[in-house]
């Protein structure tokens, strides 16, 4: 890193002072002498040094910028990227072993998402980090690790995927009592926000000053949304992003949902990113466009030269069908999740496809040959995107290499069809173990470390009494 004694101030032809134009980027600069002089034109006071762990949750160390860039080494304790999401810690089994010395795991910024802290209110900036071990080995179970591993794997072949997320989210009243069930907040007509909303200009407009706040916050961080409409939920809001590589769009959703969540509390509601936050209210996904184009060349391989569909774009598609249960922990990761796929709502339960078909789990949009995508409609939104977005690419992956047909498209709508998916999260930790294929491209450390974690939270949920249970149990049996 480098010593923060003295920045290099260029000077033009007229003796003014030149400024770099790096120092105009909203995210990212290229290396240590960039971030000094970025932190000092900015007068960035502390530095937030963050990475996700299992759930997405953002962990790190905040310091002052003068010690960011003087060499200081940052670690946190290994234990906390094996953390359920209460809190515990799993048992040692079925090939996780637990490490008994918790040693350190060092943190390793990556500056091009070196970007402003908007909300808070003395001059901040964040940072991502990779994990590495203090040897300097690539910590292999961590998210952003796991998700660098798969795009490599594409890279091997030739080929780079590219994506788009569209995060949906609810909107809902303070609820600082877990007991009491969450409620719609009320909008700027004073009324409480109703369901049916799908696309309402008004429904939206019910929200427009938080709403600017979280255009604003995602301005100053270099953030780009590309659409935001509300959602048939009532207070049910979607996000669109630009499609774009695969790791900086996950690291755009991980700042995205901290971004959301402070422009809410801003004006005292919650954002919940939970998969079925309300009974008998839609449930949120995280839907993943996915295409794959040349490395060398960046033609969509999904089309020939005749603009038809390639065999590469049936086996992604083969793949997705014969693996996206197996992975489908990494696509709902808790008991929640489950809820949210059911039969007859506008999720998938099956792994069908079909074209512009929003009943499928696999919808292919219409769009021109360049532009030929695959969407994938089974993520819910508490989905951490590192994981999410490593396990689809993963499978369609798969199909592509061992050539994997497809079903025939759904020409109907086949919501209401048989549900095919794993329903609980034991029955897909097992499955998950059991595709080999899948755990080799994700690969073991991180597989048996993620396998134990989804035991415990499952243990955990399981000695907790349901309001259901006391209503239709405690005088009834």
């Not at 390793?108 to 991502?128: G, H």
């Not at 789990?361 to 994938?376: H, I, K, L, Q, T």
Request: proline fraction near 7%; aromatic fraction near 8%; hydrophobic fraction near 35%.
């Amino acid at each position: 890193m480098l010593d923060n004694k003295k920045t290099i101030r260029p000077r033009g032809r007229n003796g003014r002072t030149r400024m770099p134009a790096f120092l105009k980027n909203l995210r990212g600069v290229k290396n240590w002498k960039e971030a000094s002089a970025w932190l000092e034109w900015r007068g960035i006071e502390d530095i937030e040094c963050i990475t996700p762990d299992q759930a997405g949750v953002a962990r790190g160390k905040m310091m002052p910028s003068k010690k960011f860039t003087s060499n200081t080494s940052l670690a946190l304790p290994s234990a906390v990227f094996m953390t359920t999401i209460s809190g515990g810690y799993p048992e040692s089994g079925n090939g996780f072993i637990y490490p008994e010395d918790d040693g350190d795991l060092k943190l390793v910024p990556d500056l091009s998402t070196l970007s402003v802290v908007p909300w808070e209110s003395d001059p901040t900036a964040q940072v991502i980090c990779d994990l590495v071990h203090q040897d300097g080995r690539v910590v292999a179970f961590s998210p952003r690790n796991v998700l660098k591993r798969v795009i490599a794997k594409y890279a091997e072949h030739g080929l780079k995927p590219i994506v788009a997320p569209e995060i949906e989210f609810y909107l809902v009243h303070k609820n600082p009592d877990p007991d009491y069930p969450l409620t719609p907040p009320v909008g700027r007509s004073g009324r409480p926000i109703g369901g049916g909303q799908g696309y309402s200009i008004a429904g939206v407009n019910e929200f427009d000053e938080l709403i600017d706040d979280i255009y604003h916050f995602s301005e100053s961080q270099g953030l780009e949304i590309d659409t935001l409409i509300h959602e048939e939920g009532a207070g049910q809001l979607e996000i669109n992003l630009r499609h774009g590589d695969p790791m900086e769009l996950a690291d755009q959703v991980f700042m995205f949902k901290r971004t959301i969540r402070e422009a809410a509390l801003k004006h005292d509601t919650y954002a919940t990113f939970m998969a079925k936050p309300i009974q008998e209210q839609p449930g949120s996904a995280m839907h993943i466009h996915q295409s794959v184009v040349q490395a060398k060349t960046g033609k969509n391989v999904f089309s020939d030269a005749h603009g038809e569909e390639t065999d590469a774009f049936r086996h992604f598609i083969g793949g997705l069908q014969r693996h996206i249960p197996n992975a489908l922990i990494m696509l709902a990761p808790y008991v929640n999740s489950y809820r949210r796929l059911t039969q007859g709502n506008a999720v998938p339960v099956n792994t069908r496809w079909g074209y512009d078909n929003r009943t499928t789990a696999f919808r292919v949009p219409r769009s021109d040959p360049g532009s030929r995508r695959v969407e994938n409609r089974i993520p819910s939104s508490d989905a951490n995107p590192y994981l999410a977005l490593a396990a689809s690419l993963a499978c369609g992956l798969i199909g592509i290499l061992e050539k994997t047909p497809p079903d025939a498209p759904a020409g109907t709508a086949v919501n209401q069809d048989e549900i095919e998916l794993p329903r609980g999260l034991l029955e897909a930790v097992a499955l998950f173990e059991g595709d080999a294929a899948l755990c080799d491209i994700l690969g073991e450390p991180f597989t048996t470390t993620y396998a134990a974690i989804k035991r415990a939270e499952f243990e955990t949920f399981m000695r907790v009494i349901s309001p259901w249970e006391r209503e239709y149990l405690l005088l009834n049996v």
